[in-house]
């Protein structure tokens, strides 16, 4: 008897920690670079949304904020919509989200539109999508919530998503610092010039750069690269070539 209960408690114990594993992996798990991008139904202040769906055939950036009515992400949500114009010029949406009331959102957003000015920005009226997330569903699905961080707010989170729905690069900013747009529309530029071209982009590249060809996939094809390699082709080396690339066949950033 005293052997059943001792069972008994051991698998109580186990069955305790694999729930409380399953409830932290539910919470941290961050989508893959490749993966399907986590499917979601969610109020928005534009609306309801069904995503990725609604976004077929368009480049999405999803980012998450810690909270309304914080100096940073005021920024960060004047700096987004203000850019707005730039990025649909690339053929991609803006879709952000806090985990914070449908209530609460319109009233910052309200605030900024009437009241905020910041680095010559003002009468900034945000007009993409911000997700209500009270239940904390859609930021679960994405690792935006990070206990070691804060358990009831969303890390600054960026998820490059592709036309079809696939999860192509993530960015993570501690929720005292605020992001890099340049950075944040430089790397759609870039992914796009990839796509669009089958070639790499080094490092700090801007449209009008130089590009880098992938490297040959057999001795032979080595040897030629090096050897008998284009006019405009520069190789340093079999594996590291790079040739120029036209502003023309890049994404351009729009006029400011």
Not at 134 to 156: C, F, H, N, W
Not at 173 to 188: A, D, H, T, V
Request: charged letters at 25%.
């Amino acid at each position: 008897m005293r052997m059943k209960m001792i069972l008994v408690v051991l698998m109580l114990a186990l069955t305790r920690i694999c729930v409380s594993a399953d409830e932290t992996n539910s919470i941290v798990r961050v989508p893959l670079i490749g993966e399907d991008a986590p499917a979601f139904k969610a109020e928005t202040t534009q609306g309801p949304i069904d995503f990725p769906v609604d976004y077929k055939g368009k480049w999405v950036i999803l980012f998450s904020h810690p909270a309304d009515f914080t100096p940073v992400c005021t920024t960060e949500f004047m700096t987004f919509a203000t850019m707005m114009p730039e990025f649909e010029s690339m053929n991609c949406k803006l879709v952000g989200l806090s985990i914070d009331s449908l209530y609460s959102h319109i009233a910052w957003l309200r605030t900024i539109k009437e009241k905020l000015e910041f680095k010559g920005m003002k009468n900034v009226e945000v007009t993409f999508p911000l997700i209500v997330d009270i239940k904390m569903e859609v930021s679960k699905k994405y690792g935006m919530l990070q206990p070691s961080a804060d358990d009831t707010k969303a890390v600054r989170a960026v998820f490059f998503i592709d036309p079809i729905g696939k999860i192509r690069a993530l960015i993570y900013y501690p929720l005292s610092n605020g992001r890099n747009f340049q950075e944040i529309k430089r790397l759609l530029m870039a992914m796009q010039t990839s796509d669009a071209n089958k070639v790499a982009t080094p490092a700090d590249w801007q449209p009008g750069d130089d590009v880098i060809i992938p490297p040959p996939g057999s001795c032979g094809a080595a040897k030629d690269r090096v050897e008998k390699a284009d006019k405009d082709v520069k190789c340093f080396d079999w594996f590291f070539c790079t040739k120029p690339l036209p502003k023309a066949l890049a994404p351009a950033p729009a006029a400011k």
